[in-house]
């Protein structure tokens, strides 16, 4: 079988299920930074009658042979890692085959899949913060992101946070409170102002201050690995790239195997409490997109580039980390994957608002390109002026750090 892996296939007693288990770590190691290598190398699951693609498990619950053997799963003794399962909100073997997709794609050790990318931001600060704790984020963030450690986390939480410009790693590091701050949270390329993380130096502020570095993802899949680059935590909106077709809600967390076994934690577990985990079906679906998302990114970011250099040359101002006068295009040249690019997304400062608009209501309806809509990763352009959208309710002081004046 030409590119499988090797695996070891054994039956047990628990759920009536059949284990398979290969002998390669998800984990990357030396010089292999490819994400699509490591997603070819990682664990393949067969369907319940041998079918090349694994079966959906739909059940919300799941069968024991014997009395003790519940008891002993309520425990932790027993858990996904022997092939027992008890509540898909727990743990469910589809959105645990993506998940382990999810891990390979990042080089984390384990992940788990959530219902949507807020899910996953908001499960694991809650887990990583309590009640007094402290978080250190970068200014220019999804907007959403911003109101969960703004808005919410202030008023419903008790959690603070201390928004900074990340490009200035003496504020990062004077921003962290000993004792108090348990997270710094960035964008690996920030939303919507393409500014680029120094994620290496800021793993290393946040590490010699003992705070867990949290890095979101969502813009750069395959593109940029952080973990690779020392962050503890990566988070995703798998609705955006990964997904690709703006059809499918969802997030994950990847990160060390002790952190999502803590969140499906039965007493303190955000994941398994407050239960925003992901379908089955959905999660099937989604794992019948991963192996090809590389090509995805590779075509975002080529087209990407393209259209960034004709725009230019008609005199528009454009933001897009692969130009080489974007201010972080060696940066992000230093910690990308070969042969990813740049990434999928360009903003044009078109100065004012009115002019922003103009320039997408001629391109959507005149021009017949792109449409009017939020999101992004999808495999036509959408267009939104931010400062006219997600970042609508921020003050003028929020507003700047995050600069939306852009299309």
Known sequence: MAGATK????????????????????????????????????????????????????????TVMEPHT????????????????????????????????????EGTEAAYCTASGMSAISSVLLQLCSSGGHVVASGAVYAGTHSLLADFFLKKCNITTTFV???????????????????????????PSLKVANIPELCRVGHKKGVTVVVDNTFAPMVVSPARLGADVVVHSISKFISGGADILGG?????????????????????????????KVAFELSERIPHLSLRM????????????????????????????????????????????????????????????????????????????VSLGYYETLMTCAGNSTGNHMNEEERSLLDFRRA
């Open 7 to 62: 695996t070891s296939v054994k039956c047990n007693g628990g759920n009536n299920a059949m284990e398979r288990t290969t002998k390669k770590s998800m984990l990357w190691s030396g010089d292999d930074v490819d994400p699509a290598a490591a997603l070819a190398k990682a664990r393949h699951e067969f369907g319940e009658h041998g079918g090349v693609n694994m079966s959906i498990e739909a059940s919300i619950t799941f």
């Open 165 to 191: 410009d990340i490009a200035d790693l003496d504020a990062v590091e004077s921003a962290i409170v000993k004792g108090k701050t348990k997270v710094l949270y960035f964008e690996t390329i920030s939303n």
């Open 252 to 280: 994950a967390v990847c990160g060390p195997a002790s952190l999502v076994t803590s969140m499906m934690d039965f007493h303190q577990g955000t994941l398994m409490l407050m239960g925003p985990t992901m379908n089955a």
């Open 298 to 373: 590779k075509e975002h970011g080529h087209r990407a580039s393209i259209f960034a250099t004709r725009l230019k040359k008609l005199g528009l101002k454009v933001i897009y980390p692969g130009l080489e006068d974007h201010p972080h295009h060696e940066l992000l040249k230093s910690i990308a994957n070969k042969d990813y690019g740049y990434g999928g997304l360009l903003c044009i400062d078109m100065e004012t608002v009115e002019r922003a608009n103009r320039l997408m209501n001629y391109l959507q309806n005149y021009a017949q390109f792109g449409f009017m809509a």
């Open 70 to 105: 519940m008891r002993r799963m309520f425990t932790g003794e027993l858990g996904p890692d022997q092939d027992y399962y008890l509540y898909s909100r727990h743990f469910n073997p589809t959105v645990l085959n993506l998940s382990r997709q999810i891990a390979a794609l």
